[in-house]
């Protein structure tokens, strides 16, 4: 009604008003009807410079079939991929390793780095993936490609400015660093990329939790954070000792008989005895109590309860870890399993 008064009856009398009057005098509803009475989109196109694709490929003729011969196409591939980024002040810190074979079969996998890769750094990791692609080590639940690579493709998928190196007080990088990096580096091409692993502290109630084990050169996160509280999680220190698998044991009291843990946490007895199966003899792998001798228990403390995933009966546990002191002073982390109602060494303190 208000475009009528004023004498616009028609659309094109509408669209031939300029589009700032248009917004200063009716808002940006009738700026909206103003670009659509010009016949234009309901908002402008965002111009804006589309990022650079970085990503390097070389096509195999004849397809690969050994780890060596696409290794070799794939250092090249590195150096070239690193001198784009350099060129712009970027490194890469994951990196894309993809192929195709000659029956059209896509593999592809995502490589990490904890610092920046650099082009030797690339090309392990390719020729690691490579070998599990064409050497079969490439885990359960990867296929083997059933014929030759045919294409070998580089992608950068994270980068990040080039701050470069920190160089050493009397200049250079450290050494020694240097020295481990590369003997870690050659075991790992040896061994495979998962045989050199370091530890990051981890969330955790138990010993063996509070640790992830990360292979070398990958991004040191840990599975479960370590900041949220942990109720019932086991006081510092902790054991220096910590068994990948526990390992049965048998606690008694002063009258050799077994002692246990209730429902409400509460030791039946007073721990007297520790005894260790599996053959953790007192000359073997840890110095623990032996099967036949075991060891008399002087002191002990706890228990520390742990009342896991009580809402899963599938996933749910109730443990009750103690520490236990032999005559020696040494003390162990003792772990009883109210479920299966037996006792179990974690660690040994030293």
């Known amino acids: ?50 990022p650079p ?64 890769l650099t082009p030797a750094a690339m090309s392990e990791r390719v020729r690691w993936q490579l070998d ?22 580089l992608v950068p998928d994270q980068v990040v400015p080039d701050a470069g190196r920190q160089a050493g007080f009397w200049g250079g990088a450290d050494e020694a660093a240097a020295r481990a990096a590369r003997a870690t580096a050659r075991v790992q091409g040896m061994l495979g990329p998962e045989a050199v692993v370091t530890a990051v502290r981890s969330g955790g109630r138990g010993p063996a939790e509070q640790v992830t084990m990360v292979a070398w050169g990958d991004v040191r996160e840990p599975s479960r954070s ?35 843990v209730t429902g409400r946490f ?17 000359g073997g792998d840890g110095g623990g109590p032996g099967r036949r001798g075991g060891a008399d228990v002087v002191a002990w403390a706890g228990p520390w309860p742990v009342d896991e995933r009580w809402w899963d009966p599938e996933s749910a546990r109730q443990l009750a870890r103690m520490q236990l002191v032999d005559a020696t002073g040494r003390a162990y982390l003792v772990c009883f399993d109210l ?9 040994i303190y030293d």
């Open 266 to 282: 509460i030791v039946t007895e007073a721990p007297a005895h520790l005894s260790v199966g599996g053959g953790d003899g007192s």
């Open 226 to 260: 370590p900041g949220p509280p942990w109720p019932g999680r086991l006081p510092p220190p902790a054991p220096a000792t910590v068994f990948a698998e526990p390992r049965p044991a048998e606690v008694v009291d002063a009258g050799g008989r077994p002692v246990g």
């Open 132 to 153: 599990g692609w064409l050497g079969g080590t490439a885990g359960a639940g990867v296929p083997m490609p059933t014929a030759g690579l045919s294409l070998l493709r």
């Open 1 to 50: 009604g208000l475009l009528v008064r004023l004498g616009l009856r028609t659309l094109g009398a509408f669209a031939a008003l300029p589009a700032p009057d248009v917004l200063a005098r009716f808002g940006p509803d009738a700026a909206l009807a103003h670009r659509l009475a010009r016949g234009l989109d309901e908002r402008p196109l965002q111009v804006r410079v589309p």
């Open 339 to 347: 479920a299966a109602q037996r006792w179990l060494l974690e660690g």
């Open 53 to 116: 694709d970085f990503a390097v490929q070389v096509e195999l003729d004849p397809p690969a079939t050994r780890v060596d011969t696409a290794a070799f196409a794939a250092k090249s591939l590195a150096d070239d991929l690193y001198r784009r980024l350099a060129r712009l002040g970027l490194a890469c810190t994951r990196i894309a390793v993809e192929a195709e074979t000659e029956h059209g079969e896509c593999l592809s996998r995502l490589w990490r780095h904890e610092g920046t």
